[in-house]
């Protein structure tokens, strides 16, 4: 999967994109870098690095 810029969105062939939820990073950090989520019963670690990528753990 790519990353999208949010610029992005509102170019043609991007509508398709559009219908999905977005949410910011950052703020599902509250401006930290890491944040826990919940799925069922699993619980995962969403971690901003200092390159800017975005790691998924369990």
Known sequence: MTAINPADFSRAG????SNLP????????AGGNQALIV???QVYQLRITRAGKLILTK
């Open 39 to 41: 799925l069922g019963e």
């Open 22 to 29: 977005a949410h910011d990073a950052e703020s599902l950090t």
């Open 14 to 17: 991007a509508t398709l994109l």
